[in-house]
């Protein structure tokens, strides 16, 4: 069997915590969309995690890298999303517990050998009782994927794996990280790029340009939107997976929004 191995060293202040977390927590999940935890291993100063071996490697070497010559088609990208709409639905509303990943980006999307997506890596994963809350003593997670309110109450729920959910979405319709630095090194975040493009009505100049213009427009535009929604400022406004996920497959239209300076607001 291929197998692939984690490594994580003792010596990161962290790495104890998110090894133990990453054993308990993914160790018993169990759904097609999430990476599957085969065994761990401590050796010396090292800590190791084994988990079943995705041949397509992650999810950002096709969708930021300029230089290869395999860009992902609309229809992989929207088939992605899905799955990992799907993956992140168990976590937050059908396994026994809660479990939050505060680590959803790109690196962290796998892919399986027919381009299915799973979201691996639940080394920051938490996990709390349903109806209770869930408490975190600092702030944990990816510059660009951090929501708001986490960063100014360091409490992680399903609303910021939402948030963060929504930066994923700007990205894979874009093709571009969630921060980049412009030409005059100033900070440029996607939301804002999309938000102003969608301002101005050019909102199809946003799509990946390496898609030279093969996508499903409608699908496009869907994801563009839920990106927007999920990223919303205010955690309360943000939908819940399983609306995300009624929203993917048609069977729920997402609200009518109007952008404005800095997001936008819900009719």
Known sequence: MEVAVKRVSHDSKSGMKEFLSEVASIGRLRHRNLAHLLGYCR???ELFLVYEYMPNGSLDKYLYNNQTHFVLSWDRRFHIVK???SGLLYLHEEWEKVVVHRDIKAS????DSEMNGLL???GLARLC???????TTHVVGTMGYLAPELLCTGKATPATDVFAFGIFLLEIACGRRSIEVGMKDETITLVNYVLQHWRIGSLANVIDPRLNGHYDATEAYL???LGLLCSHPVSTERPRM???VQYLNGNLVVPEMFPIK????LN
């Open 129 to 135: 009782e349903r109806g209770s809350n869930l408490h």
């Open 43 to 45: 050796r010396k100063r």
């Open 120 to 122: 691996g890596d639940f």
């Open 242 to 244: 399983r609306q995300v």
């Open 108 to 111: 962290n999307i796998l892919l």
């Open 262 to 265: 800095g997001h936008m607001y």
């Open 223 to 225: 994801i563009l939107k």
């Open 83 to 85: 799955c990992i709409a």
